[in-house]
């Protein structure tokens, strides 16, 4: 049995008197955590403490390895292409939420998409309620997104189905009243055990380096960026930096945009579902042009997932099929 005591004590003497925990004690420590066996007390000292001294590496990838053994895992559509996998859990505060329409920009090269997150937005414009009124219902058993994702290759997944323990643990929010290691832990799932390219959005710049080092090296297949008010999708108005890991390789796809803004693009006029729906609508009919930043993040996933075989090819395709000459 842990001696939480213990643990609270060595992380919670605040952000410079704290002891980061080792790989193994933040294993056993966060699994105890996804198997409900830390009482609520001890889990909101822990839970606080985290957040002020914030995850180390080694603490990252103990959390990181207790919850990949509790995942529940689907099985990758077939196909040679790799399904691509976007965490959604931020919603729109200030801007439209077009991580759906990046997911139905992938759906038309016949790239399957798992996107995971809450069905309740708590305040923000989420992804469940976008996809609602687009005509895609969330698959709310594992038998169900099976079935979406080997009919429709595009699944929107609740958080409860593939992670229970994390979902519960994301619940601890609006008793505490501020985020927690879980809510770093979900963007960094796969659900496929591997064989997935990873779409892992931070939304603080520190965390940037911190995601690079976790995935730099490893076999994983992951585009990182700094998200849109936390979604997984490139910033309409300014293209962030996108940089892929696959093979225990870094390569930087798309510098980030810098300097004056030369013209704004054309998007939704409000940020609830219904306007969000149509202009996406819109958007993948030609009606309006879709921004430069999607269309340059898409051409990265047709890279990662074996659908071009280098970014001039995907740069090219996507150029002919979006009519974005921007992206060529």
């Given at each position: 049995m842990l001696n939480l005591t213990h643990y609270i004590k060595e992380i919670g003497r605040g952000k410079d008197g704290a002891r980061d925990m080792s790989e193994q004690e933040?294993?056993?420590?966060?699994?105890?955590?996804?198997?409900?066996?830390?009482?609520?007390?001890?889990?909101?000292?822990?839970?606080?403490?985290?957040?002020?001294?914030?995850?180390?590496?080694?603490?990252?990838?103990?959390?990181?390895?207790?919850?990949?053994?509790r995942l529940i895992r689907l099985d990758k559509p077939s196909g040679r292409l790799t399904p691509v996998v976007i965490p959604s859990y931020n919603g729109a505060r200030h801007q439209a939420n077009l991580t759906a329409l990046l997911a139905l920009l992938l759906q038309r090269f016949h790239i399957p998409v798992l996107i995971h997150g809450p069905l309740e937005g708590m305040g923000r414009t989420g992804t469940a309620t976008i996809l609602r009124e687009l005509g895609i219902m969330p698959a709310v058993t594992l038998a169900k997104a099976q079935e979406a994702m080997r009919r429709d290759g595009l699944a929107f997944v609740p958080t409860q189905v593939v992670a229970p323990g994390l979902a519960n643990l994301l619940s601890m929010r609006q008793r505490l009243g501020v985020r927690n290691s879980g809510h770093t832990l979900i963007k960094m799932i796969d659900p496929f055990a591997g064989d997935s390219v990873r779409l892992v959005?931070?939304?603080?710049?520190?965390?940037?380096?911190?995601?690079?080092?976790f995935f730099t090296g490893s076999d994983a297949n992951v585009l990182l960026l700094r998200g849109t008010e936390g979604e997984a999708f490139a910033n309409p108005k300014r293209r962030p930096q996108l940089e892929l890991m696959k093979d225990g390789r870094h390569e930087i796809l798309f510098e980030a945009e810098v300097g004056p803004i030369a013209t704004l693009p054309k998007l939704p006029g409000a940020i609830d579902?219904?306007?969000?729906?149509?202009?996406?609508?819109?958007?993948?009919?030609?009606?309006?042009?879709?921004?430069?930043?999607?269309?340059?993040?898409?051409?990265?996933?047709?890279?990662?997932?074996?659908?071009?075989?280098?970014m001039n090819q995907a740069k090219a395709i996507v150029a002919v099929e979006t009519g974005s000459l921007a992206a060529a």
């Open positions: 933040a294993y056993e420590l966060f699994g105890a955590i996804l198997d409900g066996g830390v009482p609520d007390l001890e889990l909101g000292a822990i839970l606080i403490a985290l957040r002020v001294k914030s995850e180390a590496e080694d603490e990252l990838r103990g959390f990181y390895r207790a919850a990949d053994e959005s931070v939304s603080h710049p520190d965390y940037l380096e911190k995601m690079r080092n579902a219904v306007t969000t729906a149509a202009w996406i609508r819109a958007a993948l009919t030609g009606q309006a042009p879709l921004p430069t930043p999607l269309v340059n993040q898409l051409a990265c996933c047709l890279y990662a997932s074996g659908y071009a075989q280098d």
